[in-house]
C-alpha cells in the first residue's frame, strides 16, 4: 500500500562541517504531493540538504519535519518514509546491471525472493513506467542518458512506496529542453501521490512546475 504524500517544512535548517557552514538558515515549506527544486551552485550544500531531509544526515541547528516526523530528532522515522533516487557515492547505480535488474534487485529488498513470482516482468515494467522512463529493461545503467539514470534512481526510489521522494542533480548534463521535459515529468509524478524535492544546478526551467527553494554559498558571519 502506497504511503501518503508527506508535507515537508524547514526552519533555520543548518549544517556546520570542519570547514565551515555546509548550507545555513534554510527555510522551505513542500505541500503533501507538491514538487520542490532546490537549486544553487557548487558548494550551497545541496546535497547535505537533500541528505538531511532523508533522515541520513544531522543538521547542526534549525528544525524540520517530515510529515509527522521531526528532525534531528526522529532520524530512523524520516529514513522510513523517505527515499532516495541516485546520489553520487551513496546510492549510485551498477554500471554493470541492466535497467530491469536493478529494479528486480530493489523488488527483492522490499519482498523477498517469493517475490520473483508474482509478475516479476509486468512489475519491473510498471516501475519504469511510473517514472516515464521508456528504456529497454535489458539496457546496461551505464548506457542511459543523464535524465534517464535520475529516472530510474525514481524508479528505484518509489518501489519502496515512499511519502517522499529526494532526488539529486536532476539538470546535471542536460540541454535546456530536455531540463524543462525533466521538470513536467517530475511535476506530474508528485502529482500522482508523493511528495518529491529534487536539486539542481540552475531552478530556472521548473518555474511554473516547481516551488523554487535556492541555495548560496554560506559566508561566515552572514545569515546565507
Known sequence: MAAKPLRVEAEGLSLRGSRGWVYRDVDLDVPPAALAAVGGIAGTGRTALLLTLGGRMKPTSGTASVGPHR???????????????VVAGVTDLDPRLTVGEHVSEALDLREGIFGRWRGRGERIRAALGRVGLAVDPKTLAEDLAPDEAVLLGAALGLVGDPGLLLLDDVDEGLPLDRQRAMWRGLHALAAGGVTVIATCHDPAPAEGLARIVPLHRSVEGSTR
Not at 528532525?71 to 533516487?85: I, K, N
Open 71 to 85: 528532525l534531528p530528532d526522529e532520524l530512523r522515522a524520516v529514513q522510513r518514509v523517505a527515499s532516495l533516487g
